[in-house]
């Protein structure tokens, strides 16, 4: 059984709901519990301004899946929502499921970076990873707790509970 953690973004159509209703399918994927849910944040956009804010928050699951089976049920869900897979990687998008880090591991391939690349720049991942897992260490030994004490929260506030 491996712990692992998922990003979810949103800011296109009504992120709120996007983000409530990939919390529930999150809870459907076999073989996965959800164990740990943040509260849903507000964001500023990282990357080109001109595009809505963000809705984000960070899961716990602990899964048997093999971190690529985890990324393709999180890729099915994120194409159930109307995600559109195309050439936006800094562009606003309906829903954004990332695997932020699974268990101890380091994985780089094509397909998939664990932890995620942007994980220690990123306030919208950083501090709702804190809410959920103050005690965290990262794979490189840095600790959730430092990382979160030297990062500029760049407006982050919490919008509401997700349960
Ligand atoms: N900015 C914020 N605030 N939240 C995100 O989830 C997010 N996702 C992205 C980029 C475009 C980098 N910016 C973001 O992919």
């Given amino acids: 059984m ?15 709901e996007q983000i409530r209703d990939a919390v ?4 459907k994927i076999d073989d996965c519990a959800l164990t740990a849910i943040s509260s849903l944040y507000f964001s500023k956009p990282m990357g080109p301004q ?29 194409n159930s929502a109307g995600r559109v897979r195309k050439d936006n990687r800094w562009g606003p998008r309906v829903l954004d499921l990332d695997i932020l880090l699974y ?15 942007g994980l220690k720049e990123r306030e919208f991942v950083l501090i ?15 600790s959730i707790a430092m ?6 929260a760049n407006g982050l506030k919490i919008h509401s509970k997700l349960r």
């Avoid at 491996?2 to 709120?16: M, Q, V, W």
């Avoid at 990382?147 to 500029?152: A, G, Q, V």
């Fill in 147 to 152: 990382l979160c004490n030297n990062i500029d």
């Fill in 128 to 142: 709702p990873l804190y809410e959920i897992i103050p005690s965290l260490i990262l794979p490189s030994g840095e």
């Fill in 50 to 78: 001109d595009q809505p804010d963000y809705m984000n928050a960070v899961a716990e699951v602990q899964t048997e899946l093999s971190a690529i089976k985890l990324l393709d049920a999180l890729q099915r869900i994120e």
């Fill in 103 to 117: 268990g101890e591991s380091t994985i780089n391939t094509e397909r998939l970076i664990v932890p995620h690349y």
């Fill in 24 to 27: 529930k399918q999150i809870e």
């Fill in 2 to 16: 491996i712990t692992a953690y998922i990003g979810l973004g949103s800011n296109l159509g009504n992120p709120e």
